[in-house]
């Protein structure tokens, strides 16, 4: 499903990525895991098309063509999806508009029908349940007074809702306490599937008790040094990421 | 300096002024003209040639008015022509002196500066002071410029000129690059009499310089009407700090005009703080230019007036340049028949991306006939900046007189408590901790004196 | 488009005795180009008008002589040649007007298809020819309906021209007593040269049983360059008016200078709003309308309220200060403004709240929004005098910026006379932001639908003072006007 070789991203002319390659398959759960400043927000922008991200060596293919001239819509229509580490506040716009907008232009982009506000209403209550979200929750702004797990959870929701093929959880557990992740786990859980592949990038171990990788991958210094299964996240949380880097090395 | 017609809103035709220099400003040009002609052969040609394009800047437009924008709450030329100040008895401010603390102290008696009340100039390190009246031969270029420049946004050019025509001392201040001076500056007004003449100052602070500026005016003397000018043209260079501070304490006679105009390059830093505990009528403009990158201003103010006294703070704030940032925290307590006027205008050019720039005016009135104005403007043209303003004008807090009166204390001490509390962030934010000290216990005493009581 | 005009006054004329035919049948003449005392009775002989309001624009045009334009606003334009224009323009001759809409100019029809207007009002709003107001409205009957119940209410809801004739007591009355003949250089030419525009008087109790807008919208269109429009809510009475219209209208008249007066009596409110979307002129700034706009209103009777809502997307340059004089004891204002300039766009608006009665109120919400090359200003004044006990005000601006080289500029002047008063101003101005849009994008939303909910969040809070019917549209048209702004 995706496929990155040797990529090489800078941000504000520094070189952050430097080489970096991951394969992803469909159905997989890919973790990245590193220090900080190692480059893990930047992998999951570039991968979301951000503005200030340039790619200046490597490539990046998804489903077979390639991405990085996408822009940022064009790339969610076809599926990809980033849970954001700060999801934002947008005051004014409510959380069911923008859903709905959302989920409607990436229907168009893809061909398929406008769901009308009746339709798009019985879904997300749907949604909203199955991920024991209230939704009182949606009547309000967009992540405005949201606490940090309503916020986290409302990125689950709405990943529920666009059903991408492809999902980056950025730092998805930054901030929220052991009952707030466990519910975001949970969510997240229930939409794995054997079409949705899934890169879930962290610091800490703990999130992957909870989100069992296939896959564990440490970045450091912009490329991945050491990839193995979900046993390498308990080796990094014993020993620590200077003696994985080192060894790498 | 733009003389635009002031207007609010529509309505009402604007009125052209005609700008002659009248009645009221005779005196003024014959006094200045004549003391031009005494400092010839005195002084060097350029600050000659400066003072009569000053003077004739003055000729041109004479004292501002409401028709002008900026004077819009200040009719300067009519209080002028007025001038039979009133005979309130405020204004009374404690001298500061330094003897409270350790300073180089420059005394200055109705504008002509006191060697015998000065520190010995001949004795400073790491900062040379000269005189307006002295030698100018050693002073570098850019103390010539800032000694001879009146074009400031804010101060209005006729009066920035008629003080350069007229000034007949000043000091001129240079601190050497790296140097941070271990005593505060103390320009030290004293005001006598009548016949005071304006004064001029400028300083100078080299890369990386450190220094501490107090300026206080006072003048329990003076008895007559007395119009007193100042003006303080200042330029930080690179990573130089200047912490300034203002204390104005003068009795119903007087009515002073202070201009300071601050230039800031690179990463260098003004705090400014002032505190006017009066004069008939006080207009106090300051300009700051940013010029270099990284710079930072923080103005901090309060005002407490009473009796008919007028007290105009106008700022004006010009981002130049991008990452730079300025804040402007004012406080007013007006009672009697006092009027306060805050006018900041924060200018972002179209370069100056990334600036940071913030303004509060809060001001209590205390009194049925007490009046403020506020101008708080914005005018932004780069779009990566935060800038933001507010404003509030009202009364104590009831909930809060109350809470503080059912724990029984009483109301004129609960009054005193929450007005004290009310102008004291302005002036803690002063770093030097005698000068805040000096500057609190001002602010206690006007307080004990004022009829804050119901 | 002569048969336009007949229906027109046809319908205005249902329910009311339309006695003064004056109107349609002699248009086809116009005054020569240019502003004299011959200028202004041919203007009032057209109209058929009585002596006293002959005088009334005689005695405005020689003050009008006196007068200076003003300057100070942030505006900059060519020097308007007053004596270069027309001040009575009849309607355009039917075969200037495009003869389908496959003559009309195509962005206006891609606005018009945004805004989901239907063909036949389309047709109408772009002066397509023998399009009459009872073919867009179906019959006439929609028309007769809503005569009929304002009638039955006792509203009076006519042409200003007409109301000269009708209720000259009410028009000699209030004219003029908010906006005084002199107000300003605008306002005196607009009480010179006034074409027409509306006349609303709501007795006293009586609730207006609809909004007056519906019918407005279609025929708004003639009252022509110097509207008037009067407004008087007697005791206890309430009215919501609308006007203007989302979609942009083709307008041969560069200069726009309106005077809007409003009269609440005791206990009455008034709830104005406007959408303003005239020709804001081309993306290289060229062309335009310059709308200098009066408009005030009374608060007169104690407990009363009015309330301006305004959506200012167009015209070249915008020169407006809807205002509210609190003369009543517990009166209240309220302004709430969005105020959009794109491309070469100036605005320069905002509002004033006199405060002069015990215990008055005012809230003003400005929202102003600057992109392409721009200039956007809040200009406002919250004056409290000193009887103004307990006067209550609060303001807030926010100012967005899209792109960098716009302007966003504030200034609010202030002014308090009273220690019971309490005003607090607040103002922000920043960009739009960048995470927020990359945000939306990532969720699948193009840039320019993106900006278009950003936008309408920042605006929420004055959006949702519309009327239902037009908040609607108003969302559609924030998004319009700002097109081509980012990328």
């Not at chain 2, 003004?270 to 270099?292: E, K, P, S, V, W």
């Not at chain 2, 006018?343 to 205390?366: I, M, P, R, Y």
């Not at chain 3, 009638?151 to 009410?170: K, Q």
Request: charged fraction near 25%; aromatic fraction near 6%; hydrophobic fraction near 40%.
């Amino acid at each position: 499903m995706l496929q990155i070789k040797d990529l090489r991203v800078d941000v504000d002319g520094k070189e952050i990525l430097t080489g970096l390659s991951l394969d992803v398959k469909a159905g997989e759960v890919h973790a990245v895991m590193g220090p900080n400043g190692s480059g893990k927000s930047t992998l999951s922008y570039v991968l979301s098309g951000r503005d200030g991200y340039d790619v200046t060596g490597g490539s990046i293919t998804y489903k077979g063509d390639s991405l990085v001239d996408l822009d940022p819509e064009d790339r969610a229509a076809q599926g990809i999806f980033l849970a954001f580490q700060y999801p934002l506040e947008i005051p004014g716009v409510g959380s069911m508009t923008f859903m709905r907008t959302a989920l409607n232009a990436q229907r168009k982009a893809r061909g398929e029908n406008e769901l009308d506000a009746a339709s798009f209403m019985k879904l997300i209550r749907a949604k909203a349940k199955e991920l024991n979200i209230d939704a009182e929750m949606l009547k309000r702004p967009l992540n405005v007074g949201f606490s940090g797990g309503e916020k986290k959870r409302n990125e689950v929701l709405q990943m529920a809702l666009l059903e991408p093929t492809l999902a980056i959880l950025d730092e998805t557990d930054s901030g929220l306490d052991i009952d707030a992740l466990k519910l975001v786990a949970d969510g997240v859980n229930a939409l794995r599937s054997p079409d949705r592949a899934m890169i879930v990038i962290t610091h800490y171990q703990r999130l992957l008790n909870y989100i069992v990788p296939d896959y564990v991958h440490v970045l450091a210094g912009g490329k991945i040094v050491k990839s193995g299964d979900k046993s390498l996240a308990l080796e990094l949380e014993k020993s620590g990421y200077d003696a994985i880097v080192a060894e790498a090395a | 300096m733009t003389t635009s017609t002031s207007k609010s809103a529509e309505g009402g035709a604007p009125i052209r002024i005609v700008a002659s220099s009248g009645d009221v400003e005779a005196p003024f040009l014959e006094k200045a003209e004549s003391f031009i002609r005494s400092r010839t052969g005195n002084e060097p040609d350029w600050l000659q040639r400066a003072r009569s394009k000053g003077l004739e800047a003055f000729r041109r437009s004479g004292f501002p008015h409401r028709r002008v924008e900026e004077w819009k709450y200040t009719d300067l030329r009519t209080h002028i022509s007025k001038s039979d100040a009133s005979s309130s008895s405020a204004g009374h401010a404690t001298q500061i002196e330094s003897s409270a603390f350790d300073a180089i102290t420059l005394t200055f008696v109705d504008g002509a500066f006191d060697r015998a009340a000065s520190s010995d100039l001949t004795s400073l390190s790491g900062v040379e002071v000269v005189m307006l009246e002295d030698d100018l031969g050693a002073l570098v270029e850019r103390q010539k410029h800032l000694l001879c420049a009146i074009d400031n946004p804010v101060t209005s050019l006729s009066i920035n000129g008629l003080n350069l025509a007229q000034a007949r001392s000043g000091a001129i201040i240079r601190v050497l690059p790296g140097e941070a001076l271990s005593k505060p500056i103390h320009i030290r007004s004293v005001h006598t009499g009548a016949e005071i003449s304006p004064a001029r100052h400028v300083v100078v602070l080299e890369s990386g310089a450190r220094a501490t500026l107090l300026e206080t005016n006072t003048g329990d003397g003076v008895k007559e009407p007395a119009l007193i000018g100042q003006s303080l043209q200042i330029h930080l260079e690179p990573n130089a700090e200047l912490s300034h501070h203002r204390s104005v304490g003068l009795p119903d006679a007087c009515t002073l005009l202070s201009g300071v105009a601050a230039h800031l390059e690179a990463e260098a830093h003004y705090a400014g703080t002032t505190l006017n505990l009066g004069a008939a009528l006080l207009r106090q403009d300051t300009h700051i230019a940013f010029q270099g990158e990284g710079a930072i201003a923080d103005l901090t103010g309060a005002y407490l007036l009473n009796g008919n006294q007028h007290c105009d703070q106008t700022i004006f704030i010009d981002h130049a340049v991008p990452n730079c940032e300025s804040s402007q925290v004012f406080k007013g307590v007006l009672t009697d028949r006092s009027r306060g006027v805050f006018q900041g205008k924060v200018l972002v050019a179209q370069d100056a991306q990334h600036t940071d720039a913030h303004q509060l005016s809060n001001a209590l009135l205390l009194s049925e006939r007490a009046e403020l104005d506020a101008k708080p403007e914005l005018e932004i043209y780069a779009d990566d900046v935060k800038c933001s303003h507010g404003s509030t004008a009202g009364e104590l807090d009831e909930d809060a007189l109350f809470y503080l009166r059912a724990r029984g204390i009483p109301l004129a001490v609960a009054k005193t408590l929450l007005i004290e509390a009310f102008v004291r962030e302005p002036i803690e934010s002063i770093k030097e901790e005698a000068i805040r000290n000096i500057f609190m216990q001002q602010v206690s005493e006007w307080l004990q004196n004022a009829e804050v009581r119901t | 488009m002569p048969a336009v005009d007949e229906t027109i006054s046809e319908v205005k004329g249902l329910g009311e005795k339309y006695k003064y035919g004056f109107e349609t049948q002699i248009l086809s003449e116009k005054a020569p180009k240019g502003l004299d005392e011959d200028t202004i009775r041919f203007i009032s002989a057209k109209k058929g008008e009585p002596d006293w309001m002959l005088d009334w624009r005689l005695d405005a045009y020689r003050r009008w002589l006196e007068m200076t334009e003003p300057k100070w606003a942030m505006v900059n334009y060519p020097e308007i040649d007053f004596q270069d224009a027309y001040y009575y323009a009849a309607p355009k001759s039917p075969e200037d007007a495009p003869q389908s809409l496959d003559e009309v100019d195509p962005e206006l029809l891609k606005t018009y298809e945004k805004l989901g207007i239907p063909l036949k009002e389309q047709e109408m709003l772009a002066g397509v020819r023998n399009v009459a107001v009872d073919a867009v409205f179906d019959s006439v009957s929609v028309v007769t309906t809503f005569k009929e119940k304002l009638a039955e209410a006792g509203v009076i809801f006519c042409p200003i021209s007409e109301a000269v004739h009708t209720h000259p007591e009410l028009v000699k009355k209030y004219l003029g007593s908010v906006v005084p003949v002199t107000d300003n250089f605008y306002a005196t030419l607009n009480s010179a040269v006034f074409s027409d525009g509306s006349f609303v008087y709501i007795p006293e109790g009586v609730r207006c049983p609809m909004e007056l807008s519906t019918y407005f919208r279609i025929n708004e269109q003639n009252t022509g360059q110097f509207e008037r429009t009067l407004i008087i809510a007697e005791k206890g009475s309430y009215v919501s008016y609308l006007e203007g219209c989302t979609a942009p209208m083709r307008d041969e008249n560069q200069l726009h200078a309106a005077v809007v007066e409003l009269v609440a009596l005791d206990d009455a409110e008034i709830k104005y709003s406007t959408v303003q979307n005239w020709y804001p002129g081309d993306a290289e700034g060229k062309g335009g309308i310059y709308n200098f706009v009066t408009k005030r209103g009374d608060c007169r009777g104690p407990n009363s309220k009015i309330s301006w809502t305004q959506v200012e997307t167009g015209s070249a340059v915008t020169w407006k200060y809807p205002s509210c004089i609190l003369r009543g004891d517990n009166s209240v204002g309220e302004f709430y403004s969005i105020a959009i300039t794109n491309n070469y766009q100036q605005a320069d608006t905002g509002t004033k709240m006199v405060h002069l009665g015990k215990n008055t109120k005012s809230r003003i919400i400005s929202k102003g929004i600057s992109a392409g090359k721009a200039q956007n200003t809040y200009r406002g004044l919250v004056s409290i005098h000193p009887k103004a006990k307990a006067a209550r005000n609060y303001t807030q601006c926010d100012s967005l910026l899209i792109g960098d080289k716009c302007g966003a500029h504030t200034v609010p002047y202030i002014e308090s006379r009273d220690p019971s008063a309490l005003v607090e101003h607040e103002a922000t101005t920043s960009k739009l932001s960048e995470e927020q849009l990359f945000y939306c994008r990532q969720r699948g939303i193009g840039e320019e639908e993106a900006v278009t909910l950003l936008v309408n969040g920042f605006c929420k809070e004055v959006l949702q003072h519309l009327p239902m019917e037009f908040a609607v549209e108003a969302q559609k048209l924030v998004g319009i006007s700002l097109e081509g702004s980012v990328g």
